[in-house]
């Protein structure tokens, strides 16, 4: 087995206001007038003049509204691709993904289903993608997921919530615009905030370390306490460096591995449909065995910004979805094997899993 040699963004901008530029950028990779560039943007801002407006649209180019209230799903995808096509006279110049985790990674994966046969469900897996995506663009307006930055884009399918991981999943150009980030209600702010933080802690502690997810793990690990903890800085500042720790924790993962919050948090997700980024700190929240200094600073930086988790999620469930969640989340070798060892197999049990759902 070799080192990995794993895709990075090849070019990104950074700086408050510079999504203004996007229109710059796009000129030059316009194929032709019949080929449009597909704006999927976050519904949030349907009736927000300062995205829409700025965006020059020419020739078939077309802003579609997606919600981002549920995760990710590959029928959307699908469905996404389908309209695409059918309205366009070309195939497109570019998909661009204005929004958070979930907008970014439905851009990724319509990028790669624009080229690829079949549906996207096919493709959830390592390394199944067989042609290169059409040119993508990833402008986060939330940060913490490390989306903009991840060889991945997950999403629930029929049978597995797993994320379509591939060469050819990277955005080519990235817009980190700190601006774009105002304006977020707190509780999602803090939650996705955590993803970011929940990255660092699983890739720092796990057994698939090394010096370069080290390096961006500590780096992201540092700003996250900056900003959620220490309490010093300006609202402004604080916009930004969430969004370099962002990018950093997603550096960070993408060498390792996430852990344990991330495999049961897909398996809450699978079952009850729970966001990333609360499920996250929902499973987080009662895993101080295997992370307990984590835990516990998480637990500080909870109460200092007075964040209620929903508690009982898994009180009224069955057997059988126990079971489901269970699956979903052994499912991920990884992810397991990063956070434990290669002998996890022999730790975690179904009934562990089952002690642990039941607290949530
Ligand atoms: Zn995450």
Redesign the pocket.
């Known amino acids: 087995m070799g080192y990995k040699n794993f895709p990075m963004v090849p070019r990104v901008i950074f700086g408050r206001g510079s999504f203004n530029q996007i229109n710059e950028v796009l000129a030059l990779k316009r194929l032709s007038i019949n080929a449009p560039f597909i704006f999927l943007v976050d519904d949030v801002f349907r009736n927000n003049p300062n995205i829409t407006s700025i965006l020059s649209l020419s020739y078939d180019d077309r802003i579609i509204y997606v919600s981002a209230k549920e995760e990710p799903k590959t029928s959307q995808v699908d469905q996404l691709v389908e309209d695409i096509i059918l309205k366009s006279k070309q195939r497109p110049s570019g998909i661009i993904g204005i929004g958070g985790g979930t907008v970014l990674d439905l851009a990724k994966a319509v990028a790669i289903m624009l080229t690829n046969e079949g549906g996207a469900k096919d493709y959830q897996g390592w390394d199944l993608v067989k042609n290169p995506a059409i040119y993508h663009v990833g402008i986060p307006t939330i940060s913490g997921?490390?989306s903009e930055v991840s060889r991945t884009t997950v999403l629930t399918g029929p049978e597995r919530k797993l994320g379509i991981n591939s060469d050819y999943t990277p955005f080519d150009q990235v817009i980190l615009d700190s601006e774009l980030t105002k304006e977020l209600p707190r509780d999602q702010w803090f939650y996705t905030g955590m993803?970011c933080y929940?990255?660092c802690i699983e890739s720092l502690t796990g057994t698939y370390l090394n010096t370069f997810s080290e390096t961006y793990g500590n780096m992201a690990l540092d700003l996250c306490k900056e900003i959620f903890l220490d309490g010093n800085l300006t609202e402004i500042e604080a916009r930004d460096k969430l969004m370099m720790a962002s990018w950093h924790g997603g550096m960070s993962i993408a060498y390792s591995q996430?852990g344990i919050a991330?495999a049961m948090s897909y398996g809450l997700s699978y079952l009850l449909g729970t966001k990333?980024g609360i499920g996250?700190c929902i499973v987080f929240d009662h895993l101080e065995d295997y992370y307990p200094e984590g835990v516990k600073v998480f637990k500080q930086m909870k109460a200092k910004h007075n964040i209620t988790l929903p508690q009982g999620i898994c009180a009224d469930l069955a057997d059988r979805e126990f079971d489901i969640m269970i699956n979903v989340a052994l499912s991920l070798d990884p992810l397991w094997e990063n956070a434990i060892g290669k002998n996890w197999k022999k730790i975690i049990t179904r009934e562990k899993l089952r002690t642990l759902y039941q607290k949530m």
């Open positions: 997921t490390g993803d929940i990255h996430v991330h990333h996250n």
